[in-house]
């Protein structure tokens, strides 16, 4: 697990470096100022839960079988596709029913602080 989530966390790190840069660079001459901020929110969650996912990969290394991390750090994942995924497919798409489904990526990122907290406190 400490491996996995190391190296998700790593590729999610590059992916919001890229994706940030490619918003600071690309999209700030098409997208109006509101979309811009749309994106740049995606990017900002997505690079605060990709250092989540780095933190959940050095908790394992003491908590290897602990299944609450565990799925902690799958939540953390599926809360960047979703939240973050849904705000850059709205930013540049326009399609605002997309905006929708972002609190679920939110519920993802919280549920999974949650069962962070739950496990640090059950067992360090």
Not at 76 to 98: D, E, K, N, P, T
């Amino acid at each position: 697990m400490q491996k996995l989530f190391l190296t998700i966390g790593s590729v999610a790190m590059a992916l919001a470096v890229i994706l940030g840069a490619f918003g600071a660079h690309s999209l700030k001459k098409i997208l109006s100022e509101e979309m811009l901020t749309i994106f740049e929110t995606g990017v900002t969650y997505h690079f605060y839960h990709a250092i989540g996912l780095l933190v959940i990969g050095i908790v394992a290394r003491y908590l290897p079988d602990s299944a609450l991390l565990s799925w902690s750090g799958w939540l953390m994942l599926a809360g960047i596709i979703v939240f973050s995924g849904s705000l850059y497919l709205l930013s540049v798409s326009g399609i605002r029913w997309l905006g929708a489904i972002t609190p679920v990526g939110g519920l993802c990122f919280i549920a999974s602080w949650i069962l962070f907290a739950v496990t640090v406190w059950k067992n360090i």
